[in-house]
């Protein structure tokens, strides 16, 4: 798995790079427009109320292991991108891409371990 940053160059062919792109450009035509743009960049939405969470736990507590498991899982905590957000405003010398996603990228498999085990069970 290669580190990516926000200076990685669009991966071609790829779901979430191309989806990635698409945004991006859009959010570029405000950019003409001399608007402050800072494209934040979100992995997994992670809380307990709602997001991505109560599907990712479902599939933990069966057991199951998206896909081949080798593909990144970037998250983030709701919290944290809320953070995030609100910093972003905060600072107006921010623009351009922000990745929004924990320090550390995991693979699938080992998010899903790791998910499974919180409900002491294996994946």
């Not at 743009?37 to 992670?46: E, H, K, W």
Request: hydrophobic share 45%; glycine share 10%.
């Amino acid at each position: 798995m290669e580190p990516l940053d926000e200076t990685a160059p669009p991966r071609p062919g790829e779901f979430q790079s191309d989806l990635c792109a698409a945004i991006e450009h859009e959010a570029r035509r405000a950019e003409a427009l001399g608007v402050r743009v800072v494209r934040m960049r979100f992995g997994i939405v992670l809380g307990r109320g709602g997001g991505a969470y109560p599907m990712q736990a479902l599939s933990a507590r069966l057991g199951a292991v998206l896909g081949h498991g080798r593909q990144p899982a970037h998250w983030v905590h709701l919290a944290d991108a809320v953070g995030l957000v609100r910093f972003a405003m905060a600072h107006k010398h921010l623009q351009g891409p922000l990745n929004a996603v924990a320090p550390e990228a995991a693979t699938q498999a080992i998010f899903a371990r790791t998910l499974a085990a919180s409900f002491g069970r294996r994946a």
